[in-house]
């Protein structure tokens, strides 16, 4: 089996997870055009595009956004392999696994703050869509979005969200949607949420969108509307920050209540560990402001 440099695949997971050469570059002490030379050699290597590139402007493509997600995934792995061979250094370990989209939009740039407020905690962050079984797998906490149904873990409820559709402003030259009966014309991106609960509480009889690509991860269904493929049904903890940073714009003030909540799941023998109930009683806290400031907007 004939593998890409480690170096290669390094600077690439980096590029992607940032969207941003110079932000990689500053992450893994390297330069810009280190980071460069070892994507499009990893590129070439592959022989398949990773980014767009407008100018010093990239996006990851939607097959590089998939091989980054693999590699992040290998990565955590190697850490944890790694981090089992070395004697305790006394400091507190806490493994969190959470689902995609929620780790990249919510967790990721929050949790700098459970870090400086718990410097003796050592985090390591697992993205998997995978439900995976906590406690064989020695994870002290999995965020899970669903019905609160986990048989045999101790549960707590976080927080609820809606859907509503979400365009890039850039979408047909600007002429979005002005009303919802407008949806009828537009592109409408699929994914595992069906559009029929908000189509009810916005009063349209439409039918549900066939055919075209069926986004399993949300962040890549984001990304196909920032990139101006269509119209996306989106949740909203998971958007608002793209929405504030004006990729996105929120379509209409209508949405639809999901029927799956954020829960904070632990198994039993990990629940009264000191680190996951500092990080339960944090993530609650960041949940509290969080709710605040969409009731605010």
């Known amino acids: 089996m004939r593998l890409p440099s ?12 940032h969207e941003n050469f110079s932000r990689a570059a500053d992450e893994l002490h390297l330069t810009h055009g280190a980071i460069s030379h070892q994507v499009r050699a990893l590129e070439q290597e592959l022989g398949a595009p990773l980014f767009v590139r407008h100018g010093r402007n990239v996006k990851v493509t939607p097959d590089g956004l998939k091989f980054a997600q693999v590699l992040a995934r290998a990565f955590n792995d190697i850490a944890a392999g790694a981090e089992a061979l ?3 250094r006394g400091s507190l370990r806490l493994t969190v696994s959470s689902i995609p989209s929620f780790a990249a939009h919510w967790l990721a740039p929050r949790l700098g703050r459970f870090i400086e407020r718990h410097p003796d905690v050592e985090v390591q962050l697992l993205a998997s869509g995978q439900l995976q079984d906590l406690e064989r797998e020695a994870i002290d906490v999995g ?3 669903g019905r609160g149904q986990y048989p045999g873990m101790v549960v707590d409820r976080m927080m609820g969200d809606m859907y ?6 850039n979408y047909r030259g600007g002429a979005l ?5 407008d949806l009828a014309h537009a592109t409408l991106l699929r994914s595992n949420e069906p559009w029929q609960p908000w189509f009810r509480a916005a009063g349209l009889n439409l039918p ?4 075209g690509v069926m986004f399993e991860d949300l962040s890549m269904l984001m990304r196909a509307a920032m990139d101006g493929e269509g119209v996306a049904l989106v949740r909203h903890v998971v958007a608002t920050q793209k929405i504030a940073d004006g990729k996105l714009v929120r379509l209409f003030d209508i949405g639809a209540p999901s029927l799956s909540d954020y829960y904070f799941v632990s198994p039993p023998s990990a629940a009264a560990k000191p680190q996951v109930r500092a990080f339960r009683a944090w993530m609650q806290e960041e949940m509290t402001l969080f709710a605040a400031q969409l009731r605010r907007s």
Not at 164 to 169: D, E
């Open 208 to 211: 549900e969108p066939a055919g």
């Open 143 to 145: 965020i899970r979005f």
């Open 6 to 17: 480690f170096q290669q695949l390094r600077a690439f997971e980096a590029a992607a997870r």
């Open 164 to 169: 509503f559709p979400a365009a890039s402003p």
């Open 177 to 181: 949607p002005a009303t919802p009966a």
């Open 86 to 88: 070395r004697p305790d």
